[in-house]
């Protein structure tokens, strides 16, 4: 079940929503819990009940390994490497295992046949979640008792499939709450604002720019100069507002049961360098890598060094990378920016300072060209696009604007069709440019949810986004970050 359907919008939320606080408003506290938790595993097998076991497997096996490290001071070490080694051996088993096997069979010449596993919906996702928790309750921070309020945690449906990636301590207390068990109009005014933003951003600005860079990558090897940055610029909004999308309808969503769960984004397309972009993408994200990866790796290295901080980012944003898929591409990707974080920080010790307009020209251009790789199914076609990005196949300009030119035609510049394989025409080139306009000009969803107030106006401009995006709904499509 998506967040940009009629049945989660129309039946599955309101149902949620009303018996959570039904059972609330009665003052049956266990049952709303109970309400809550196989709301959230229904909404999770819609996709496939198949997925269900495993996710409930995963989800006793960490709440009695946390219990037991709680419990057994003496063994906590171990039970947090059973812990971890579990999390980590059901990741690598469905996610890596056919790559892991396709390089073996490669490197060896051998002919061991591939599992073809599908990868489990959100695995990666709840499998961070429970790894942290893990981590928090060997470190002492953490000392969860109820298996319910566990299973609420890991299942919470608007967080469940893509995040944010949450910890016990900012989640659990707020489900703890009395006041929080009871309706607040203001968030849910709040939550509802917040929903639709997301569900435009999805349905209405992703989706668009999603069908010029499907038609693209299809044609990488084909695409004239303007065309191939076009489908490039389009998946790097597409995958910004697809994803923040996606956030703002969980957040929205878990505000209307008086949940408030972190931010994701921060206007990434703003930063100035890779050390900012981390800083306002996939926030949650970065949090869970520095903390539970890069933090412990670089002590494991010794005495701490500014070489040594550098090696420690490059092998985190590896392991960065490989969370997103098992492919070489996004091992490219991973070490490609834990390089430039690294040469990021080297500059900055220089102490030379440039340009705002020129370090976000550098910063943008880098992020444009790592997501080619990041989006392409493998190296061949990205290098591919990368040769169309660079005129080998010519550039193209409209005769409709440019007739005036005919006179310079040659073997690699001539008028005609501009977007050919992309099905595009001038609103391309006008949406390309409204969306450097929401994304470097405009509020994000960060600063509507601190200065949010619920007027007329705000309720107005809420129900023209639902609108608008409910009308586009009919091209209904999966988050990109289902894939990951």
Do not use: C
Request: aromatic share 22%.
């Amino acid at each position: 079940m998506l967040f940009n359907s009629y049945q989660f919008i129309f039946i599955f939320l309101p149902i949620a929503f009303g018996g959570y606080f039904f059972l609330n408003a009665k003052n049956f506290f266990l049952g709303s819990k109970v309400w809550i938790i196989l709301s959230s595993l229904f909404f999770y097998s819609w996709w496939n009940i198949n997925y269900l076991p495993l996710i409930v497997l995963s989800i006793l096996v960490n709440f009695f390994i946390s219990q037991a490290l709680m419990k057994d001071p003496q063994h906590k070490k171990l039970f947090l490497l059973a812990g971890l080694g579990f999390n980590i051996g059901l990741l690598g088993y469905f996610k890596y295992m056919d790559f892991f096997i396709g390089n073996i069979n490669w490197t060896l010449g051998t002919d061991i046949p591939l599992l073809h596993l599908a990868l489990p919906l959100a695995i990666s996702f709840y499998t961070l979640q429970q790894i942290a928790y893990l981590v928090d309750s060997y470190g002492g921070l953490v000392k969860e008792k109820n298996f319910l309020d566990y299973t609420i945690f890991v299942t919470f449906f608007p967080q469940l499939i893509a995040g944010p990636i949450v910890h016990h301590k900012e989640m659990m207390p707020q489900f703890a709450s009395l006041k929080n068990k009871f309706l607040n109009f203001d968030n849910i005014a709040l939550g509802l604002f917040i929903f639709s933003l997301g569900l435009f951003k999805k349905v209405v600005i992703a989706d668009t720019f999603g069908m010029w860079t499907n038609a693209g990558y299809a044609h990488a090897e084909a695409l004239n100069l303007i065309e191939a940055w076009v489908t490039s610029l389009s998946y790097t909004f597409q995958l910004y507002f697809d994803f923040s999308g996606y956030t703002d309808m969980a957040i929205g969503a878990a505000l209307l049961f008086n949940i408030k769960l972190p931010q994701n984004f921060n206007s990434p397309y703003k930063a100035t360098g890779l050390i900012d972009f981390w800083q306002r993408w996939h926030m949650t994200l970065t949090r869970f890598i520095t903390t539970y990866i890069f933090k412990p790796f670089l002590k494991a290295l010794g005495k701490v060094t500014f070489e040594k901080a550098m090696f420690a980012t490059i092998f985190t944003m590896l392991i960065a990378g490989i969370w997103h898929g098992a492919a070489w591409t996004f091992v490219f990707f991973g070490i490609l920016h834990g390089l430039a974080i690294t040469i990021n920080h080297y500059w900055k010790k220089t102490g030379i300072h440039l340009p705002v307009w020129a370090a976000w020209f550098i910063t943008f251009n880098f992020l444009n060209f790592s997501f080619v790789i990041f989006r392409a199914e493998n190296m061949e076609i990205a290098i591919s696009m990368f040769k169309s990005m660079f005129g080998m196949n010519g550039l193209v300009l409209s005769e409709k604007y440019f007739a005036f030119l005919n006179s310079f035609e040659n073997g690699f510049f001539v008028l005609g069709d501009v977007y050919p394989y992309i099905d595009g025409n001038s609103r391309t080139t006008i949406a390309i440019l409204l969306a450097f306009v929401l994304v470097l000009v405009f509020k994000n969803s960060t600063a509507f949810l601190r200065e949010f107030m619920s007027t007329r106006a705000s309720l107005f401009y809420g129900m023209f986004l639902f609108l608008i995006a409910t009308s586009f709904m009919s091209r209904i499509s999966e988050f990109l970050y289902f894939n990951f």
